[in-house]
């Protein structure tokens, strides 16, 4: 019997730089095949990144790009942190010391065939982003919700049975994220509205999610952080619903199988690229343009642009308790107006007194939270 030859590994730009990421601080940087997908003949490796600290419980900041191939620039945003990472462990303790107890988990390529063949899909024409077990509350706008008729379509459900891809992004949250007291995510999608926004779940329903008091508390850190920001921070269900979400999936299963202690909050950063299509309309006849900054100005713009979110759930995660409801802990020293004091006594909280620092009082509720988009 003729022995059966193993298909070959593709390679291309993106693939290039997780492999590049895996050979420069090998001892640091944890790179791995969660799993394997072939398409036409050729291995795609699905790739996971592990940073920091080995003990899963400790807080931990998920970051995925790549579930729609064709939205190349979030797979983009992923390599430009992880990449940023690697140089800064080189000479800055502050980061060393905050991952000696945090850590950053990261899949930037979901969907590798997708990437190399700048589909949304997979290569087996499904929808991943519509692939979960989950089903909208009620009907999802007509096909772009989700459908089962062909896989010839857009927004392709495909069987009951999760695609390996999904498969892998499940399994890898499920042992890196899941055992954390305090995990966020964030999964960097593209061609959608004229702002960036921070979604969190549900997509499935208008109802709120269990968390909310987490979620509102996060977009005040942010605002107060950095009052200049540009995302709107809102359900996705404010956009449009949709059946399979993966992460309503995971997050539903999260809060059916953790303790209520743990957080698991999962956002989407959906990147407004059609303010790209509006400064230049000939991009809608190409297949990346809607979804990529295709000039290099613009280009070099989207990467520095997101660096500072990506570092404020970094941190978030990591002083969780600072922020979190109920979760906040102070002593009669941080209860004084200076925030010196304040910052001393974080990392030694007590989990149920109030929020750290007197001026709690008098935070403005989150602007991202109402403001139009024709502000931007
Ligand atoms: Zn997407």
Redesign the pocket.
């Known amino acids: 019997m003729p022995k059966r030859k193993n298909p070959e590994r593709a390679r291309f730009a993106e693939s290039d730089r997780v492999d590049a990421l895996a050979a420069v601080m090998p001892d640091v940087f944890r790179v791995f095949e969660c799993a394997q997908v072939t398409h036409r003949g050729t291995s795609f490796p699905i790739f996971g990144v592990v940073i920091g600290s080995e003990d899963r419980t400790r807080p931990t900041f998920g970051l995925f790009g790549g579930?729609?191939g064709?939205?190349r620039v979030?797979t983009h945003v992923v390599l430009t942190f992880l990449e940023s990472v690697a140089a800064r462990l080189r000479w800055d303790k502050d980061l060393r010391r905050t991952l000696r107890k945090t850590r950053i988990v990261s899949m930037p390529m979901v969907n590798p065939v997708g990437v190399y063949a700048r589909t949304?899909s997979n290569g087996r024409g499904v929808d991943l982003?519509r692939n979960a077990p989950v089903e909208a509350e009620r009907s999802p706008p007509w096909l772009v919700g989700g459908h089962r008729i062909s896989r010839h379509l857009p927004w392709y459900r495909g069987s009951v049975e999760l695609e390996a891809e999904s498969r892998a992004l499940v399994d890898f949250v499920r042992t890196e994220m899941f055992p954390s007291r305090a995990a966020l995510g964030l999964d960097i999608?593209?061609?959608?509205g004229m702002r960036d926004r921070l979604w969190y779940p549900y997509a499935k329903t208008r109802r709120p999610i269990s968390r909310m008091d987490d979620v509102l508390a996060l977009a005040r850190l942010l605002d107060r952080t950095h009052p200049h920001h540009v995302y709107l921070v809102e359900a996705q269900s404010e956009s449009y619903t949709t059946h399979g979400d993966l992460w309503d999936y995971l997050f539903d299963s999260a809060e059916a199988e953790r303790e209520p202690s743990q957080l698991f909050l999962p956002f989407?950063l959906?990147i407004g690229s059609w303010r790209w299509i509006k400064k230049d309309p000939t991009r809608i006849f190409s297949r990346s343009g809607p979804?990529n900054p295709m000039t290099p100005h613009r280009y070099d713009r989207t990467m520095r642009r997101h660096l500072l979110l990506l570092d404020f759930f970094l941190r978030a995660a990591r002083n969780h308790r600072a922020w979190r409801p109920g979760n906040v802990g102070v002593d009669q020293a941080s209860r004084s107006a200076d925030p010196s004091s304040c910052i001393e006594t974080l990392d030694s909280v007590d989990h149920r007194s109030a929020p750290c620092g007197a001026a709690e009082a008098q935070w403005a509720p989150p602007t991202t939270l109402a403001r139009p988009e024709s502000e931007i």
């Open positions: 579930v729609h064709v939205e979030g949304r982003m999608h593209s061609g959608f989407t959906e979804f």
